[in-house]
């Protein structure tokens, strides 16, 4: 019991902090990346045409944030919900590594 609640404190004192809600962001991005790289592989069915898509996605999130984040949103909906996503990302693979390490 003592894990389960620790990995809720954990995670509610993570998405509270500034620091690591930019921490959970960057996690998220990364293994948001990486399945992206392993998708675009399985559907292109080529590596050339798989890092083409990783790149065209790494390369949106490489530019200064404000610009990244409008170039590949339709709206200001579609920008906080991206942001939800991945910091949510970022936020349960984090919470259940600590989990498994504890």
Known sequence: MRRNRGAVNYAAGTATSKAGLVNMYIHGGAIISALTLLLGLLSAGSLDAAIQVWWEFYMAKVLPWPIDELLTTA????????????????????????????
């Open 75 to 102: 709206g200001f909906i579609d920008l906080i919900v991206s942001h939800a996503i991945t910091i949510s990302v970022g936020l349960m693979s984090a919470t259940s590594k600590w989990w498994l390490r504890v």
